[in-house]
């Protein structure tokens, strides 16, 4: 088993609330419009695996922007359901492929929830950052475009627990 890893604070106790970092300001001008979606089609095989016992997903319209980024077979991931029924949400939900979606929900109900309990408590909310979002890698200009671009890849900055404590990832 591997443990979760950061800095953990109960906001009861301590009065301290979770580290969210900062985020960049929201584009503006004609490159923030929404990307060209295109209506979801017939549910694919991954997503026929994503049955409400494993994980609370919405099917998306593909994702087609300019350039290199986008995505197909999307879906908002919104909990992960455990062998036990109880939800682990996802907070905001995370635009991610199906197959990405897939393995996110396979980490939370083979490592974190396990992890979650050597800290005491179960896992109530993975919280996260950036799911898809058209950008280069460390939003550094001219960089390689990152995995976000194509919903690949999904920044989380922290767990809560039911007992109200917070692991900071960040």
């Known amino acids: 088993e591997r443990p979760l890893r950061g800095n953990a604070t109960s906001p009861k106790r301590s009065g301290k609330s979770l580290k969210t970092g900062t985020q960049p300001p929201p584009k ?12 979801p089609a017939t549910p694919s095989a991954c997503q026929l ?25 999307v879906v908002r991931l ?11 949400a996802l907070a905001p939900a995370a635009t991610l492929r199906c197959l990405m979606a897939e393995a996110v929900a396979r980490w939370i109900r083979e ?14 909310t993975i919280i996260t950052g950036a799911s898809y979002e058209c950008r280069e890698r460390d939003g550094v200009p001219g960089a390689k475009l990152s995995e976000h671009g194509h919903a690949n890849a999904l920044d989380l900055r922290g767990v809560t627990l ?3 404590t917070t692991v900071d990832l960040t």
């Open 162 to 164: 039911a007992n109200d």
């Open 78 to 88: 919104e909990a992960v359901v455990l062998s036990d029924g109880q939800r682990v």
């Open 49 to 73: 695996r994503l049955t409400p016992d494993v994980a609370l997903v919405r099917s998306q319209p593909s994702i087609t922007e300019p350039g290199s980024c986008g995505a197909e077979d």
């Open 28 to 39: 503006s001008g004609p490159a923030a419009e929404a990307p060209a979606q295109t209506p």
């Open 111 to 124: 490592e974190v929830a396990p992890a979650a309990a050597t800290l005491g408590s179960s896992a109530r």
